[in-house]
C-alpha cells in the first residue's frame, strides 16, 4: 500500500502540530501519546489511536468511521490542493474531531470537511507549507 | 474533563491509564487491551527528515543561520534568493532575529548545511480554547496553559466552519474551540494571531 491506492481511503483535512523538543509555547509538548513523537520525524496524531482515544476525539460524532490505528502505524497522507504524498507513523491521540464537525476548507473545488489527521512539522512541511494551516487531505493505510 | 491537561489525558487514554482501559507497555503498543484489539506494531522505523530542521537561532553569519535545535543538535541554514520566509507574513531576511524559532526545509548539503526552499519564523499552530476576548487580544488556554494572542490588524482573519476566511472576529466566543496559526514572540511569550480557525464551543 502508499499513497492514494488503497481500497478505502479517508477525506478530510489534516494540520499540524509540534511534539518532542521544542521552542516556545511547544517546549512542554512532551513525546505524545505514544511517547515517540518528535517534530522531526514523519509522525502523526490519530483520533482512533486506541477505544479511549477514540473516545475522547469522537470523530463518529461527525458521521466518520475511523479504522483503529496504534502506535507506530503507518499511513499515507495526501495534500489534495498539490498532489504531494508524505508518510507518517502514528505517535499521537488527536485531533479532536468532534470539536470541528462541519468543518470545511477548499482548494478551488476540492474540498475537506473534519479534522481527521495531525502531522508533525516535518511531515506537513514535506508536502505544504506549515502556514497553510488546514488543508483538504486523503488518508490512505 | 475541562480541568484535565489534555495532553495528559490522550496520553493516559493511549497508554490506557484513563481508565477507560487497562495499563500496558511502553513503546510500539498495543493501545487497547482492555478491548482485545490486535496490536499494531510499527511497520516503519521513525527516523528524523535529514531535509527538516528546527530550534531556536543562536547566530547569523552573513546568509548563514545557527540554529540550535531543541535536542541541542546544531544546524547550519544557508538562506538564499530562493528561500521563501515566513514570520507572520511572508517576508524577507532581514526579519529574522536571533532568538527566533523556525522550522525549516531545503536540501542537507555533502558539509552537512541545510540549504533552505523554506523558513518558518516562529511559527506556532496550536488547539485552544477561548477563555476571554478583549480589545485586541485573545486569551487562550493551551494545555492547561494561558497564551496571549494578539489581534494584528490588517493580519488577523478568523474561519468560520466552512465559511471563507474573513477579518471580522466578531463571531469568537469565549468557551469556542479554535485551532491558531500565528508567530510566537520571543520576548513576551505572546502569539501575533494570523488565522483563527474557529470550532465549537464547549458544551
Redesign the interface.
Known sequence: MGCSNSASPAYGEM????C???????????G?????C??????CAWPH?????Y??TQPYACGHNLA???????FYVTNRCNGSCV?A????????T????????CCGST?G?D?LIDLT???F??IA???S??LPCRIDS | MDAMDRRRLLTSAVLGTAGLATATALGPLSPEPAHASPALPATEPVVEDPNFAEGRITGISGTMLLVTGSDTVLHRIRVTNGTSIWKLYPTTFDAVDVGDGLYARGVRMADGTLAADSLWVNIVSMSVQITAIGNGWLHLDHDNKRIVGRVVPGRTAAVYRDAPTTGDLSKLRVGRHAHIIGAWRPDTNEVDLATVYAGTVAG
Open positions: 494540520s499540524w502540530f509540534c518532542g523538543a521544542a521552542w516556545g509555547p511547544c517546549g512542554s509538548a512532551g505524545g501519546a505514544c511517547g515517540t518528535n517534530s522531526g520525524s514523519h509522525q489511536a486506541s477505544d479511549a482515544c473516545n475522547i483503529l490505528r496504534g502506535c507506530g502505524h503507518v508518510s507513523s502514528v505517535a499521537d491521540c488527536g485531533p479532536n468532534h470539536q470541528f464537525c462541519g468543518e470545511s476548507h474540498c470537511t479534522r512539522p516535518s511531515a512541511s514535506a507549507s506549515l502556514s494551516g488546514l
